[in-house]
């Protein structure tokens, strides 16, 4: 393609097949939906996307933080931004209300980053939130598209040429949730949408750090710090924080994505629907993370819910960073942090290998050694030893420390095996495995992390009857 040459619908058709769905583009141009509450925004991003990872509810003002991911529109790559609603009705003096301002300001900032504002309305009644937020957007015109919503079948297309009055040159009536006209939308998307900037990357693979903890314990403001942006709302206000909210740093030439989730409270607390899908995706981040900070309030002591949580990602396996935030609020000592740290491994005694960084997110301490942590952490879960070594290792272990000799709990260790990395696993072959006390296989995990390098990350240990040796197993191997 030519310098300068205008990108029209026709050679952008030539180039979606450069594009990979596998790679990872820079500069991509950037699509941020905007629009009142509850006009269908979140479920357009899912669309979008082709999954659901905004949240979407019938109540207003669901979303509150800006989430962005990049979509595939007509195979071309963009950036997309779900934006809160702008509220105008509020009850002054509430918390709510203050929250309501705060995801305003974020949704007015998006609009400076966008090469496109998609407006979304929906078809009924004019209010004056519309009205307002139409005349926002009048220095922004020029990058405007406006898209009227819920006009399935052709359903309050009437009411909808309303919105003429306000200036539109076109109007697109569609349905986020059934599809309707949505190709036309992308048509539209892609001919204002410049992609002669898109630069092609090597496929990355970021240490991908999920925020988690109680409400309140500082989680967006360590997230807002470690990406240098203010894409997460901070609020003293439980529950501010719903969708899981991502970014992305560079530390000592590593990249790291952070995903700041919604704060975990007791079943009996979380008492909105909206709230407990938030819940629900903060725990299923789990699947998606390398490592948890779990952020801790260095004035608070743990709960019960807290325990629950450390456990599933434990169960995972998991690396885990135990944050104790708000360190500037405590005495500058040696001792207090000896003694806040060995409460922590007290109360989680099989997860005494985990470590305890004291930080201040709000003053930007400990963060150095937080991320250096996290890197070493890192390199555990992707560490992969041989087999004929672990093995030789295996026999050091056994030697020092014989399975038992009484005939009934007697079994004989064959060999071991690493079968994955991130959770890093391990497949130990036995002739009883149903006699294995737990006790021997703590042993074994212990001396895993002790001699092999792993003395900073979970380690899982499955069991299997064999009752070959791992030596005799490749020999038979190999005479096949």
């Avoid at 041989?386 to 030697?399: G, H, Q």
């Avoid at 001699?451 to 791992?470: C, T, Y």
């Amino acid at each position: 393609m030519q310098e300068n040459e205008e990108l029209t619908m026709e050679n952008q058709e030539d180039l979606a097949p450069l594009y990979d769905r596998s790679k990872k583009y820079r500069n991509l141009p950037h699509v941020v939906i905007v629009g009142r509450p509850n006009v269908g925004k979140s479920t357009l991003f899912n669309r979008m996307l082709h999954k659901r990872r905004a949240i979407t509810d019938p109540t207003p003002g669901v979303t509150r933080d800006p989430i962005s991911e990049t979509a595939f529109i007509n195979d071309m790559p963009v950036r997309v931004t779900d934006t809160g609603g702008f509220k105008l009705e509020r009850d002054i003096g509430t918390m709510e209300a203050v929250l309501d301002e705060l995801v305003v300001q974020k949704s007015i900032e998006a609009l400076k980053t966008a090469d496109v504002i998609l407006l979304l309305l929906e078809a009924g009644t004019v209010t004056g939130e519309d009205e307002e937020f139409i005349n926002l957007l009048r220095p922004y015109w020029p990058k405007l598209i406006a898209a009227v919503n819920k006009t399935e079948g052709g359903r309050n297309e009437e009411d909808a040429y309303n919105f003429y009055q306000y200036g539109f040159e076109e109007l697109m009536f569609i349905s986020a949730e059934h599809g309707d006209h949505i190709p036309e939308l992308y048509e539209a998307l892609i001919k204002r949408l410049d992609f002669t900037r898109v630069e092609e990357g090597e496929e990355e693979h970021p240490i991908k750090i999920a925020i988690m903890g109680k409400p309140n314990t500082g989680k967006s403001t360590l997230s807002n710090l470690l990406t240098n942006s203010e894409a997460s709302i901070v609020s003293d206000y439980a529950g501010t924080t719903r969708d899981v909210v991502e970014g992305s740093f560079t530390f000592k030439n590593r990249q790291f994505q952070v995903l700041d989730t919604a704060g975990i409270r007791r079943k009996a607390k979380v008492t909105e629907d909206v709230e407990y899908f938030s819940v629900t995706r903060a725990i299923k981040t789990l699947d998606r993370c390398d490592i948890v900070f779990y952020m801790m309030d260095a004035n608070e002591g743990l709960t019960e819910q807290d325990k629950k949580l450390i456990s599933l990602a434990y169960e995972r396996g998991r690396g885990m960073i135990f944050c104790l935030n708000k360190w500037d609020t405590q005495v500058q000592e040696k001792r207090v942090f000896k003694d806040a740290e060995r409460n922590i491994k007290v109360m989680f005694g099989h997860m005494e290998y985990v470590p305890v960084v004291a930080i201040s997110a709000k003053e930007n301490t400990g963060i150095k050694q937080l991320l250096n942590t996290s890197m070493e952490i890192y390199n555990q879960l992707t560490r992969k030893i041989d087999t004929a070594s672990l093995n030789t290792a295996l026999k050091d272990w056994v030697a020092a420390y014989p399975p038992p000799a009484s005939r009934s709990a007697r079994f004989k260790i064959r060999y071991m095996t690493q079968t994955s990395t991130n959770p890093v696993q391990f497949l130990l072959f036995a002739t009883r495995p149903e006699v294995v006390q737990p006790t021997y296989l703590a042993y074994l995990k212990n001396k895993i992390r002790a001699d092999l390098g792993f003395d900073k990350i979970p380690v899982l240990l499955e069991l299997k009857a064999s009752r070959q040796k791992w030596e005799d197993r490749d020999r038979d191997r190999d005479h096949k």
